[in-house]
T-cell receptor, first 115, second 111 residues
Framework: NAGVTQTPKFQVLKTGQSMTLQCAQD?????MSWYRQDPGMGLRLIHY???????DQGEVPNGYNVSRSTTEDFPLRLLSAAPSQTSVYFC??????????????FGDGTRLSIL | SQQGEEDPQALSIQEGENATMNCSYK?????LQWYRQNSGRGLVHLIL?????REKHSGRLRVTLDTSKKSSSLLITASRAADTASYFC???????????FGKGTRLSVIA
């Protein structure tokens, strides 16, 4: 049981380049989300999805795009990388419930450096 | 945003001692969750407490919730070196609204 798988684990980009961070889960979870983690800032929500075909913005969505064509996959696209997007990116998933009483399962992160 | 705020930011204790971390939040919540993050890894869920609960236990973990003070505490008893990690609280406002995380407490347990 792989859980939440993120690829790549490390990436270095040049300013202006674009790339896609991959996230896949094998738990049939409806709910998926992307966070970035910066020193001293905790985790900040970028985008999230409550099911295939449905996405919404989080706290820091600018510069990022997402789509959810399948239940399993939730890729995060950087349109034109900027040094301010240097961070560790985490994908998480959880099953949906009426009361939201479900824990989130996290991948091990993608460490992204923008030069 | 109703970000949970942990206190202290960092905590260093001896093995065998108890560790207490606190979390405060700003508005009403549906539930509050605690997570652990080991260095270089993703977050791992520890315990969830609902807004109508006051205390929960899981092994050496004890979580309390005081909705009147909008605060929660995580107690780790008889700490071990393996408990060294960052601990985060996260709050959910209602239903399936996104979890909002605090900045975390870095716990160091010295053998």
């Amino acid at each position: 049981n792989a859980g939440v798988t993120q690829t790549p684990k490390f990436q270095v980009l040049k300013t202006g380049q674009s790339m896609t961070l991959q996230c896949a889960q094998d738990m049939n979870h409806e709910y998926m989300s992307w966070y970035r983690q910066d020193p001293g800032m905790g985790l900040r929500l970028i985008h999230y999805s409550v099911g295939a075909g449905i996405t919404d913005q989080g706290e820091v969505p600018n510069g990022y795009n997402v789509s959810r064509s399948t239940t399993e996959d939730f890729p995060l696209r950087l349109l034109s990388a900027a040094p301010s997007q240097t961070s560790v990116y985490f994908c998480a998933s959880s099953s949906a419930s009426t009361g939201g009483y479900q824990p989130q399962h996290f991948g091990d992160g993608t460490r992204l450096s923008i030069l | 945003s109703q970000q949970g705020e942990e206190d202290p930011q960092a905590l260093s204790i001896q093995e065998g001692e108890n560790a207490t971390m606190n979390c405060s939040y700003k508005t009403s919540i549906n539930n509050l969750q605690w997570y652990r993050q080991n260095s270089g890894r993703g977050l791992v869920h520890l315990i969830l407490i609902r807004s109508n609960e006051r205390e929960k236990h899981s092994g050496r973990l004890r979580v309390t919730l005081d909705t009147s003070k909008k605060s929660s505490s995580l107690l780790i008893t008889a700490s071990r070196a393996a408990d060294t990690a960052s601990y985060f609280c996260a709050v959910r406002n209602s239903g399936n609204t996104p979890l909002v995380f605090g900045k975390g407490t870095r716990l160091s347990v010295i053998a």
